[in-house]
């Protein structure tokens, strides 16, 4: 599933074909696609409104328009486009959601496994409350963090996964988050020090960062609005490395489960503890 770093480079590629441009009408094929409002008064709504800006809450994608807020989460598969609308592209089998913009192009949402949603909200904040702070915002402090953490005895790893926890980070940057603080993905929250949810808080936001900086990882579905795959895979540490050499020591990679997701981990760099 994209995560934070997938979804801001989508978000980035989307804004220069987008934003001033006015939506004139919608077209849809498959009604579970179509979240909230039910797809006729969706479609009404939306017809007419201009885009005004792009942002991301999470691993949402917020399209601000005059009236209301366009709102898309990937899940597995999902792709955003902009495509001229007499043009063919190969995720066009899978396109579910179609606009219509009014210089001839179209935003499409092309979803192979149909697990993708789209909302059309007047109320952004209530629809995203149950997401946990942006960990790459000033919301995201050390003292937030530790205080989120008290009493809680699950795997660390299965908590940074939680949305509630932090929003828009999932089980790749999980790992490569705890990798370069060197904390063991199963070690139990309460066990942690305060200098590993120190580290550890920092290095949410390198994993992230680098994952921006790489335009996100194409492992399965994910890639760019121009349809290139981002670089991000090339780039991790421990994630999808299961029996590759550690980068930092040369010991194998491990992969286990915790969570019930897989996880990769280096057990020299970051051992269990006793």
Not at 115 to 126: A, E, I, K, M, P
Not at 183 to 194: G, K, T
Request: hydrophobic share 35%; glycine share 8%.
């Amino acid at each position: 599933m994209p995560e934070l770093p997938e979804v801001e480079t989508v978000v980035r590629g989307l804004r220069a074909p987008l934003i001033g441009r006015r939506i004139e009408g919608m077209w849809q094929d498959w009604a579970p696609t179509i979240h909230s409002p039910e797809p006729s008064e969706f479609a009404a709504r939306v017809a007419g409104q201009r885009v005004k800006a792009l942002d991301r809450r999470g691993k949402y994608i917020l399209i601000e328009l005059d009236h209301d807020t366009l709102v898309v989460h990937l899940k597995m598969s999902g792709r955003l486009y902009v495509a001229v609308a007499d043009e063919s592209q190969n995720a066009d089998r899978w396109v579910h959601v179609r606009f219509d913009l009014d210089n001839g192009r179209q935003l499409r949402f092309s979803d192979v496994r149909k697990f993708g949603r789209v909302y059309l909200s007047d109320d952004v904040d209530r629809l995203l409350s149950h997401l946990g702070p942006e960990p790459l915002s000033d919301d995201f402090t050390l003292a937030g963090f530790r205080e989120g953490m008290r009493g809680r005895k699950r795997a660390i790893k299965s908590l940074l996964i939680e949305q509630a926890f932090i929003a828009g980070v999932g089980n790749i940057y999980a790992d490569e988050a705890l990798f370069r603080a060197g904390i063991h993905p199963a070690l139990s929250v309460n066990r942690m020090s305060e200098s590993d949810s120190e580290r550890l808080h920092g290095t949410i936001r390198d994993a992230l960062r680098a994952g921006i900086e790489h335009e996100g990882a194409s492992i399965n579905w994910y890639r760019k609005p121009d349809g290139d795959k981002g670089q991000s895979q090339n780039h991790f540490y421990v994630y999808g490395r299961a029996n590759l050499p550690c980068r930092a020591c040369g010991t194998a990679i491990n992969k286990i489960r915790v969570a019930q997701r897989g996880t990769h981990f280096c057990p020299r760099c970051q051992p269990e503890r006793e």
